[in-house]
């Protein structure tokens, strides 16, 4: 799995502070086992985006998100309930 995490360098790291979200993208997710942890426990401080080529994995990974409660019943303007995960079944290369 690759986890690819980017910020902005000039936030300093205080991004729980100022309410911005840190983008992480796993290109190679599988049935989730970083990405869907990550969405369901972390909150608003995260927006995870969740690739797999295998649409078998892709199926699983989207079952998992709905058995984690992500994005279900739930608004963005409700940060402190909102978990963010968008799942993707393409080529990481593609993905990237």
Known sequence: ???TTITDPASNNNDTV???KVIVADACAG???FAIPLAANYNSQFQV???DLNPHSYQYLLHN???NKININTTAGSKENYKDLTCYNMDAQHFL
């Open 49 to 51: 985006h969740a690739n």
């Open 1 to 3: 799995t690759t986890a």
């Open 65 to 67: 998100k709905k058995i």
């Open 18 to 20: 100022t309410g911005n």
């Open 31 to 33: 049935v989730g086992p």
